[in-house]
């Protein structure tokens, strides 16, 4: 071979190599793009690798289930009722899981519901640009009420405003939440901007939220309980509202939809209540504050002290901003006085939204046991009360004394750093700025401690519930004050504790709280 054909095969060699290199690239390319692709898919849709076998099972039992559902059946909201056999299992179920299911499983999944809002929401027209993320988290949740949630989003979202549905799985252990969801998925949603994430173990409410807000890429994050209903025009206002004021908060009207009926039930079409708390750290419903009073006649966001916690709006990048979730809390609960105290005062605000209705399957009792059984509300709470509520955290730990220095509460610094960071009011600017109606046991009263009669005994309230009224009575005197022998003599004479006031009754010294009879509750101080 001479010379130049040498050059020439070591030049035809040289371009193989290159051509072959790149042909393998460009195949190492496809690959990669591939199992990125496929796994996306994963995300999106839950696909499980399934055989055909198992393919063919999951759709004979969807089409059972879909045979089965009565036309018509709840259909406006009303209440359904089924009979003979069914009924009495339905019975069962509502005993079992303060739900009944099976009832929910005949109703449609895309039952249309009346247009619950006043009248006067007709009126307003909503333009908003932003696009929402609506995160739906679950665990062991009916697979049928899960569906009609995230049916009543596709169906009342207008597509430019739905960015997506992110249904997260907190673990669930229930069998048709897991192939059987992810087979209706892929096999009747695929066209939906609907994507399933899983926990690979349970990890507890906020957590599960904080993972969907994460996978989330709208302009709003809208956190819905799996067993919601939204209604005609129910997103506008609520991305109207955070178009005008990203930080503001938003929590829509929240309906009944009843447990045993599935019925869509409203207090009427313009009265509501707000989110208020209590000293023992529960969230707890209050009238409308009197100064929001003609915002909520005008059906106007309304201020709101606090909100329940499962159903609300926010503008996505300041949810990071404002500190997310206290990534510690764990199980349930607690989480929303946290948020709601954290965005007050840190210079957020919480609303109201009147022409914003969702209905919600409120729950006689939790379906679903805690890990180790632990109070994860109450140490929640506790959490949040040392970081947000200086020293009126005293109120809460007279409730829960076995939580106040106990180290289940667990490591507080992250959460103190950001109030820094923050730079946010302290308690008391929330007290007289955004609840002055709270009323606070020894603060502007005449008198508050124990009320002692001579041989140590004490007036105590004999651990009667918050909400209900009875006797008074007599108990040794605690060597320190606890929460059932502190009472406050108000302002205006009146003896009395948080929530009630006590009167004479039949000889007797009782608690006076009707709920039917305005006049006969205490008024707090700053409500007068
Ligand atoms: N949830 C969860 N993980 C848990 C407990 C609850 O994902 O460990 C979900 C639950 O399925 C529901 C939401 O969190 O969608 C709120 O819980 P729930 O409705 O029981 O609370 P409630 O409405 O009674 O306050
Ligand atoms: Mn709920």
């Known amino acids: 071979m001479n010379s130049f054909s040498r050059k020439m095969l070591i030049k035809y060699v040289r371009l193989r190599s290159l051509k072959l290199l790149f042909a393998s690239s460009v195949l190492i390319f496809m690959v990669v793009c591939y199992i990125a692709f496929d796994l996306d898919e994963q995300i999106k849709y839950g696909k499980e690798d399934v055989g055909t076998n198992l393919r063919t099972t999951y759709e004979n039992q969807l089409r059972d289930y879909e045979n089965r559902i009565i036309p018509n059946l709840g259909e406006n ?78 169906l009342q979202t207008p597509k430019h405003l739905l960015k997506e549905i992110i249904l997260v799985d907190d673990g669930s252990t229930e069998s048709s939440l897991h192939g059987l969801l992810s087979h209706y998925l892929t096999t009747r949603l695929s066209d939906h901007p609907v994507k399933l994430v899983r926990m690979q173990k349970r990890v507890g409410l906020i957590r599960a939220r904080l993972e969907g807000a994460r996978k989330a890429v709208g302009d709003v994050l809208i956190f819905l309980d799996a067993h919601c209903e939204t209604t005609v025009g129910w997103a506008e206002p609520l991305l109207q509202r955070i178009e005008e004021e990203r930080t503001a908060v938003l929590v829509p009207l929240i309906d009944v939809i009843e447990a045993d009926t599935f019925a869509y039930s409203t207090d009427g079409e313009s009265s509501f209540q707000v989110g208020g708390f209590s000293w023992s750290g529960h969230f707890t419903w209050i009238d409308v504050q009197p100064s929001e009073v003609e915002a909520k006649k005008a059906v106007r966001p309304v201020r709101s002290p606090t909100m329940a916690g499962g159903l609300f709006a926010i503008d996505r990048k300041y949810f990071w901003e404002i500190g997310s979730y206290d990534e510690q809390m764990d199980g349930w609960g607690g989480e929303n006085l946290e948020m709601s105290f954290r965005i007050w005062q840190c210079g957020g605000r919480l609303e109201t939204i009147p022409c914003s209705r969702v209905g919600h399957v409120f729950r006689a009792f939790h379906p679903y046991s805690f890990p180790e059984n632990k109070d994860t509300h109450g140490i929640n709470t506790a959490r949040m009360a040392h970081v947000w509520m200086d020293s009126y955290k005293r109120f809460f730990f007279m409730h829960q004394p076995s939580l106040e220095n106990n180290p289940i509460v667990g490591d507080l610094t992250h959460r103190k750093q950001l109030r820094q960071k923050l730079r946010c009011k302290d308690f008391k600017w929330y007290l007289d700025n955004v609840y002055p109606e709270k009323f606070v046991p020894d603060e502007n009263v005449q008198a508050y401690g124990q009320a002692r009669t001579p041989f140590e005994m004490c007036l105590d309230d004999l651990q009667l519930p918050d909400d209900k009224a009875g006797p008074l009575g007599l108990y040794q005197c605690h060597p320190r004050l606890e929460i059932s022998q502190f009472f406050s003599v108000s302002s205006r004479g009146e003896l009395r504790k948080e929530n009630v006031c006590a009167e004479v009754f039949n000889d007797r010294l009782v608690d006076k709280f009707d709920d039917n009879d305005e006049q006969s509750r205490c008024v707090a101080p700053g409500a007068l």
Not at 89 to 106: F, M, P, Q, T
């Open 77 to 154: 909201g009303d209440p359904a009722y089924l009979v003979g056999i069914d009924a009495k299992e339905g019975e069962k179920a509502l005993k079992k899981i303060a739900l009944n299911s099976i009832l929910s499983d005949r109703i449609p999944l895309d039952r249309k519901l009346r247009d619950p809002r006043n009248k006067k929401c007709r009126l307003f027209k909503y333009n908003p640009k932003l696009q929402a993320s609506v995160i739906v988290i679950f665990y062991n949740e009916l697979l049928s009420v899960i569906l009609r949630t995230v049916w009543s989003i596709l």
